[in-house]
């Protein structure tokens, strides 16, 4: 497709349920971010791909949250033993370059995942 | 570590009219970029302008630019002529070495006919 494609659009599970959340990124593009956005703040990252690199996870809240990008392409971000507050927006971006980068990459967002944790 | 500061939840403007939105910025950094997304209801996040932090030069797209402030670490962005299709929620973010943008909490704008 022309742009970052997420599924499921929403989600609703039971606590103690594990959700796998899919990102197709824009083809070609090597870096792939996901983010997670909370009702009514901004944007938290949890973790990035470039290429073959590893990711930097730095920004996974615990231990129940992993990503994984197969191929260089496709990647699924699983949460194991959903907690209420895991509800949120799970937004992935992909772009050509890091951010930051030479030209400060702009990254293309998805429509994002809605997930809600009864 | 970056961060990045929206003190503006929500704002109106009417049709036609100028709107400034406000960001302040904090970086150890020499070398960074700055942004401004655009988040309409469909929850997709629109690049609306970019500034590179070595460039003095505002940065300019149709009826959005910004007034960067490198030393008052402010990045404040002014949409001229507001139409109804600007109404969204704005986010200010910035990059650098850590190679990840970090994002404002957003400002909610409402376009008023």
């Known amino acids: 497709g022309a742009g970052v494609s997420q599924s499921p659009s929403n989600k609703v599970t039971e606590k103690g349920k594990d959700v796998e959340l899919r990102c197709d990124p824009i083809?070609?593009?090597?870096?792939l971010y996901w983010y997670r956005q909370s009702l009514g703040q901004g944007l938290e990252f949890l973790i990035y791909?470039?290429?073959?690199?590893?990711?930097?996870k730095s920004g996974l809240p615990s231990d129940r949250f992993s990503a994984e990008r197969t191929g260089g392409s496709v990647s699924t971000l699983t949460i194991q033993r959903t907690q209420q507050e895991d509800s949120a927006v799970y937004l992935c971006?992909?772009?050509?370059?890091?951010?930051?980068?030479?030209?400060?990459?702009?990254?293309?967002f998805g429509e994002g995942s809605r997930l809600t944790v009864l | 570590a970056q961060t990045v500061t929206q003190s503006q939840p929500e704002m109106s403007v009417q049709e036609a009219e100028t709107v400034t939105l406000s960001c302040t910025y904090d970086?150890?950094?020499?070398?960074?970029?700055l942004f401004w997304y655009k988040q309409p209801p469909s929850r997709q996040m629109i690049l609306v302008i970019r500034?590179?932090?070595?460039?003095?030069q505002n940065a300019t797209e149709n009826r959005f630019s910004v007034n960067f402030q490198k030393a008052a670490k402010s990045f404040s962005l002014k949409i001229s002529d507001s139409q109804l299709g600007d109404t969204a929620m704005y986010f200010c973010?910035?990059?650098?070495?850590?190679?990840?943008?970090?994002f404002g909490s957003g400002t909610q704008l409402t376009v008023l006919p």
């Open positions: 083809s070609g593009h090597t870096a």
């Open positions: 500034q590179e932090a070595y460039k003095q």
């Open positions: 971006a992909s772009s050509w370059i890091l951010a930051g980068g030479p030209s400060g990459g702009e990254l293309f």
């Open positions: 970086t150890s950094e020499s070398n960074y970029y």
């Open positions: 973010a910035s990059s650098g070495s850590a190679r990840q943008l970090t």
């Open positions: 791909f470039q290429g073959n690199s590893a990711p930097d």
